[in-house]
Structure formats: C-alpha cells, structure tokens
C-alpha cells in the first residue's frame, strides 16, 4: 500500500532561478562558516557516541529551561539559509531579527509551535538508526493531535532528507539546521536527541538521548500531553 504525500508538497520554480533567501535567515559568511565547521564536528560527535555509547555527563538542556528561540526552513521548501537564533533585533551574526518573529511558509519556528501547545522536538542525522524515531513520532501524531511534533536534521543532504520525508510519510515539519547552530544551542551529543517541553516553551522533563522504544515513546509523550493540561503559555 502506497504510503500518503505529506501536505507541504515543495513547492514548483523555475529551475534556472536561484533559490530564494529569507530576508532574515542568515548567510554562509564569516560567521557562519565557523558555526558549520562547528556543525561538522557535531555530527561526527554524533556519529560516534550513536555507536559507542554517549559520554558520561551529557545532559542536553536541563528540564525548566526554556527552548533556545530559532527558526529554520522546512526540508521540502526552496527556501535556503542558516538558523536565525537571534533573541533581540539587529544581533549581529545571529541573525537580524528575533527568531521567534521570523514566520512563513517555509519556515519552522519552535516559537510558532510552542505558542499552540506541547512541543515534542527531535534533532537528528539522517544516518543509520537515528532516523527511527521519526516514523514513531509519526504514528502518535494522531494519537495526540494536541501534541505539535517536529524534528531538525543537522547538517546532511537536503535531496536525501526529501526522499526521507516521502519514504516515511512524514506530516510534522522538519526543518535543516544546514550549519549546526540548532544542535549546538540544543547541546547535542546523541542522536536522535528528543526535547519534550510545555506549551510556552519550558522543557518539562529531561531529554531522550537515545533511540527510544516505540512505547517509551509514547509514554513520555503521554505524559507531557497530561502535564500540560492548565501549563500557562507565558
């Protein structure tokens, strides 16, 4: 049975015209440069700790803490560009405007989401087994439609990641941190690592860093959905 085209289709250009830059997302200059060489010792952290184990003391964020703002493009779009992490306007390299006031079609803002509800947040590689946790998120998206699931792929190919979405039937957002500065504020050391927080954004519980089982899964899941019944937005 074929599996359903997810609804954020990528959307049709010329193929001649060069792929449209959101006014705020950031470029690959200076700056982003040494961010995506940071980005590529994350991955290959990533790699290695998937296999070997996570060193002792990786944490990621702390429960209470409240999601670092960013905002990305989605995976299927045109849309090209860096992270925008700014928290205040004009922050130099970060970015020249809030990443939480950055919205639009092609873009994923984790403070668009957490504005609706409880957010579940997996940043990942599409490599190996790491990208498991994304078909399992997936099957409780139904389950818990009060839930807003989304995921980040660090760093990789942007074609491959497509063919991903397509392949797993994917309907959440997935966004490209192309340079690595998503995992590097989210602390990234495992792969995946899942983020569950309150709807407003503070993390409720410790961060998965791991592949979960699919009922490990749904029970952390569940018991964000119930903690955050009356959780205030502020």
């Known amino acids: ?14 193929p001649r015209a060069p792929a449209p830059v959101h006014p705020a ?6 700056y982003g440069r ?3 060489l940071l980005g ?14 996570a060193p002792t003391g990786s944490r990621a964020l702390a429960p ?21 992490v700014a928290t205040r306007t004009d922050q130099g390299e970060a970015g020249r405007v809030p990443a939480c006031s950055e ?9 668009e989401l957490y504005e609706r509800g409880p957010v579940v947040l997996a940043l990942f590689v599409n490599s190996g087994s790491c990208r498991g946790v994304l078909s399992e998120m997936q099957s409780l998206s139904a389950t818990f439609p009060g839930v807003s699931f989304a995921a980040i792929s ?30 590097a504020l989210f602390r990234v050391a495992t ?10 954004g503070v993390i409720q519980q410790q961060a998965l860093l791991r592949t979960p089982s699919a009922a490990e899964l749904e029970r952390r899941v569940a018991e964000l959905a119930g903690a955050s019944r009356g959780h205030g937005t502020g």
């Open 1 to 14: 049975m074929s599996r359903p085209e997810p609804p954020y289709r990528r959307e049709k250009r010329d």
């Open 25 to 30: 997302l950031r470029s690959s200059h200076h």
């Open 34 to 36: 040494w961010v995506g």
């Open 40 to 53: 590529v010792v994350i991955v290959v952290s990533l790699v290695l700790n998937t296999i070997f184990g």
């Open 64 to 84: 209470g803490v409240h999601l670092p703002p960013f905002a990305v493009p989605l995976v299927p779009g045109s849309l090209e560009g860096d992270a925008d």
């Open 103 to 111: 919205r639009g079609s092609q873009i994923l803002n984790i403070c």
């Open 154 to 183: 660090i760093k990789g190919d942007r074609a491959g990641l497509r063919r991903l979405l397509r392949a797993e039937g994917l309907t959440f957002p997935v966004g490209f941190d192309r340079d690595g500065a998503v995992a």
């Open 191 to 200: 792969c995946p690592q899942v983020d569950f927080a309150y709807p407003g």
